[in-house]
């Protein structure tokens, strides 16, 4: 087995933590903090400025922690679904490769098998 990288290792911990009850009930409170500290401020353009800028830059790194919690999902799945394929008894091995199809042949692909399930069904 390979050793994780370092940003695999903070992805894995981050996502973790941003997911969870604690880190909600944090931004809540944050958020009635900011809002609470607005007739301090006189709800002017500063006190705006402030949530709106948190606000972006949480969300432009949560995009990349987002995509990247994804993508080794995705890969993940795609790993055991091949190994099911794989172990399966008259499973087809054309499935072992789709993530090298383009968009049509995985269209057309899709149509054969919701025909192969109907008949089966019916």
Known sequence: MTKKGMFECASE?????AGSGPTFALAIAG???????????GFNDTWQLIVNTSTTIIT??????IQNTQNRDTDEIHIKLDALLHATQGAHDHLLSLEDRNAKEL?????????LGRKNVG
């Open 107 to 115: 269209k057309a692909l899709r149509e054969e098998y919701i025909e």
């Open 31 to 41: 958020i009635v903090v900011w809002a609470g500290s607005g007739p301090l401020w």
């Open 60 to 65: 432009f790194l949560m995009v990349f922690l």
């Open 13 to 17: 911990w981050l996502a973790d933590k």
